[in-house]
């Protein structure tokens, strides 16, 4: 009986690591879900109009820029 309750417990803990496992395989979407809800300023106020598309726009001008800088980098050290 007792070890049943082993097994059990063992099979249960196998059966979180592998689902905890398989949200982490999921890295790269999760990450772009993370990123989407990031700039769609679901973290904002929400019945607050005004600073909700205050920070999306922010967000979205702040990624833009950072791009913008990344390609320029980028072309600056091709160049030499």
Same mark, same amino acid.
């Not at 607050?48 to 702040?62: A, F, K, Y």
């Given at each position: 009986? *007792? &070890?049943?309750?082993?097994?059990?417990?063992?099979?249960? #803990? !196998?059966? %979180?690591?592998?689902?905890?496992? *398989? %949200?982490?395989?999921? @890295? $790269?979407?999760? *990450?772009?879900?993370?990123?989407?809800?990031? $700039?769609?300023?679901? &973290? *904002? &106020? #929400?019945? &607050?109009?005004?600073?909700?598309?205050?920070?999306?726009? =922010?967000?979205?001008?702040?990624? /833009? !820029?950072? @791009? =913008? $800088?990344? /390609?320029?980098? /980028? @072309?600056? @050290?091709?160049?030499?």
């Amino acid at each position: 009986m *007792a &070890d049943d309750r082993e097994r059990l417990a063992e099979s249960r #803990q !196998i059966l %979180d690591r592998v689902e905890r496992e *398989a %949200d982490a395989s999921g @890295l $790269l979407g999760g *990450a772009a879900r993370r990123t989407g809800a990031r $700039l769609a300023a679901q &973290d *904002a &106020d #929400q019945e &607050d109009r005004i600073e909700l598309w205050g920070t999306r726009i =922010g967000r979205v001008l702040g990624l /833009v !820029i950072t @791009l =913008g $800088l990344f /390609v320029w980098l /980028v @072309l600056y @050290l091709l160049r030499g």
